[in-house]
Nanobody, 125 residues
């Protein structure tokens, strides 16, 4: 059974940084499209980015452009979301999702076959 697990969340002050990690168990991360999403309290889940595994990363969220960077590392079999210059509005549960396909992307969380439980990011002074 493939499982997607996020880690790296926490409490950070405004202006701080975090690197979220995403592992896809029993699989090679390069075989998957990786999507990052977040859901703030009382709001709907929103797509942040999609890495389609073909050297193309789509960024969906204008408010995080230039601050959030998605990547993956075949050597460690992990995907990452580097988040810099954090703001209180970035407080949310962050999710990673994976689908065993390459070259396509989707902003729909349900499109992904495997979805993590999320990691909490809280930005507060």
């Amino acid at each position: 059974q493939v499982q997607v697990v996020e880690s790296g969340g926490g409490l950070v002050q405004p202006g701080g940084s975090l690197r979220l990690s995403c592992s896809v168990s029993r699989s090679t991360v390069d075989d998957y499209v990786i999507g990052w999403f977040r859901q703030a309290p009382g709001k709907e889940r929103e797509a942040i980015s999609c890495d389609n595994g073909s050297t193309r990363i789509l960024n969906y969220l204008d408010s995080v452009k230039g601050r959030f960077t998605a990547s993956r590392d075949a050597a460690t079999n992990m995907a990452f979301l580097q988040i810099n210059d954090l703001k209180p509005d970035d407080t949310a549960v962050y999710f990673c999702a994976a689908k065993r396909v390459r070259g396509v992307c989707s902003a729909s969380f349900r499109w992904y076959t495997y979805r993590g439980q999320g990691t909490q990011v809280t930005v507060s002074s």
